[in-house]
Structure formats: structure tokens, C-alpha cells
């Protein structure tokens, strides 16, 4: 197998050598040069053509975001992204998911960290999953144009009548019991989730439970970022809530999302036990927990991302009341892991493109 092509950007000559070291110490991995900041990196990307660019956010000349929507828009890579975990930076950070960047890896401790051999294992990890990234798509993603709220005010008679032909054409699945939508997603995700979210309505009919995975302090920004854009309320979860119809919660990063029963009500859990398969938050322990509660109708969701977590959540949801699972398409999925495993269980009713999960969605609830 060919070994993984990677050019590395940052303003710091000390990280450039460090971030090298680490990921040729991977010999899946061959570093094949060195950027200082964005212009100089978008030269090198053209002449050299690298599977994977590392590409730090806070850079002068020209920043990480701004040579992130260039290489996009004139040499489509796959990106990983470096921040830091000041807010800026995170708030930066999702704004380079959602334009185009493969996902990325939170440094330990700021611009300079010395101990970044503490993340080496991730780090590699994400650089070969980025290999694998539908780079046309990650294009194609970062060319749309967000919809803002008072836009969608414009759709929202003509989008009414479309979810009520939707609902007339399919039949009611369940009848009497309350729905609830869960969604499991990993690389690619945060882009994935905005084209799911924003296409619901703000009167859904069902709450809404997210695992995207990502490490701690993120999720938060993410889920701010995709509420300003979103008809539905968006937020991060937090321990004891009620859970409610027409909002969206997401998992914090680091924490499992469970949840409890209360009396007649949901109710939010979250714990720090140990790692399934990998990942605090786990797309599997959220579905099973939810599989527990017996009165409801569930609808699964697995989206874009490496690996194979949701796929034994399913067959517990599945055996433990009625359930309608949808899984994304391969021709959208940035990584087609998560959803090609979803559908080797047999267990999906619907295998959709990500522009059409929303109403899929709105069609079981």
C-alpha cells in the first residue's frame, strides 16, 4: 500500500518539526514538505499534490481559514485542521468544518505545545481517515451557501406543503406512541448535521438526540453555530434536562449520552465511563440506552464517519420496540464507514443522500 502523503502548515518552525516527527514515526505516513503559513501552503499543495494537509488556523500572511476556502475552491485536498481551545479557536474551528476541512485535532496546550506527542495516536489516526475523504464532496460542500433564518422564513408555506405530500405518500409507521430521532456521526459530520438540521421544521414532532464525535468544549461551539442557522433549537446537552420536541441536542465531547426516565418525562444522563471503541461520546451507547425506553417509536440516523459505531446500537434498538433506520448514501458521505456498517446489519429501511435525511425524517415523525 502507498504510503499517505502529507504536507504540514503552521507559522511555528518548532511545530512544523514536531508535527513531522510525529506523523513519520507512522510508517503509513510520508511527510513530503513544509508550509509556514496559507500562501506559502497553496503553492506547495499545487507543485507537490499531497493526500493530507495538516493545516494550523491562527497563521499570518494568510490565516487557516482563508487558505482553507481557497484550497477548496483552487486545489480540493483533504484537510485536517490544528486549533487551539480558546474560544476563537474553536469558533474558528467550526467554521473550517463547515468549509470543507476533514476534521481536525485540538492541540493541548496552545499555538506552541510541547506536548503533542500526548495526541500522536489521534493525530495519525485522523490523517489516514482524511485519506480516505470523498475530496470532490468536501468541494462540493464548501461552494453552498448557508441558508440564515429569516431566508427560511421565504420556503417555510411552499416546505409545508412538501412535508405534507411526504407524509400522505408514507404510510404511518406506529401509530399512539411518541417518535424520537437519534443521529450518529463522525467524520464529515458537522457539515452533515447542518444539511440535516437546517432542512427540519422548528414544530417537529420529536426531540432530537446527537453523538457527533468530538473532543471536549467543541461540541459546544458547534452546536451554537448550527442553532444561528436552524429553524429547530440546537444545543449542547447537559446532565438532568428534560428533553423536548423540536430541539436538537448534541453530545458534549468527552461524556456518553444516555438517557432516563423521569416520571413521564426524558431526561438527559451523561457519564464519563469508560470508552466504546474508541469514543466518549459513542454512537452505540446513546442507542442502546434509548432502545431501553419502551413506549417510544425511534428513528436512527447514521451518517458520514470512519469506523463502525452505531451498527451494534442498532440491533439493539431494533429488538426493543418499532424502529425506521436511515442511513447516508455513499455518494455524500465525506468517510462511507459508519453507514456502510449501519448497512451490513440489514437492519436500514432507507439509504438517502444527505440533502434528502430531512425529509426522511419528517416523513417517520
Known sequence: ???????????????????????????????????????????????????????????????????????????????????????????????????????????????ISLDMYKIKEELCEKVMAASFANVHKLQNNARNVERSPLEWKKYSKIEAKENNIIEKNINHWFHGNKKIVVIGTSTGGPRALQTVLTGLPGNLDAP????????????????????????????????????????????????????????????????????????????????????EISDLAKIAVVMTGMGMDGSSGLAKLKANGPLKAIAESQETSIVFGMPKAAIATNLIDSIEDVDKIAKAIIGYC
Open 208 to 291: 432530537i438526540l446527537i453523538v457527533q464525535h468530538m473532543p471536549p468544549s467543541f461540541t459546544k461551539s458547534l452546536a451554537d453555530r448550527l442553532n444561528s442557522l436552524c429553524r429547530i433549537q440546537v444545543k449542547e446537552a447537559e446532565d438532568g434536562e428534560l428533553i423536548q420536541k423540536g430541539i436538537a441536542y448534541i453530545a458534549p465531547g468527552g461524556y456518553h449520552f444516555k438517557v432516563k426516565q423521569i416520571g413521564k418525562s426524558l431526561a438527559v444522563e451523561l457519564d464519563q465511563s469508560e470508552l466504546r471503541n474508541g469514543h466518549r461520546p459513542s454512537v452505540d451507547v446513546l442507542f442502546e440506552s434509548v432502545s
Open 1 to 111: 500500500m502507498d504510503k499517505v502523503k502529507v504536507l504540514i502548515v503552521d507559522d511555528s518552525a518548532f511545530m512544523r518539526k514536531l508535527i513531522s516527527e510525529l506523523l513519520s514515526e507512522d510508517n503509513r505516513i510520508e511527510i513530503i514538505g513544509t508550509a509556514r503559513n496559507g500562501k506559502d501552503a497553496l503553492m506547495k499543495i499545487k507543485s507537490l499534490n499531497p493526500d493530507v494537509v495538516t493545516l494550523d488556523v491562527e497563521m499570518p500572511v494568510m490565516d487557516g481559514l482563508e487558505a482553507l476556502n481557497r484550497i477548496m475552491e483552487e486545489c480540493p485536498t483533504a484537510v485536517v485542521m490544528l486549533s487551539s481551545t480558546t474560544k476563537k479557536g474553536k469558533d474558528n474551528t467550526c467554521i473550517a468544518m463547515h468549509s470543507g476541512a476533514v476534521d481536525f485535532i485540538a492541540k493541548p496546550s496552545g499555538a
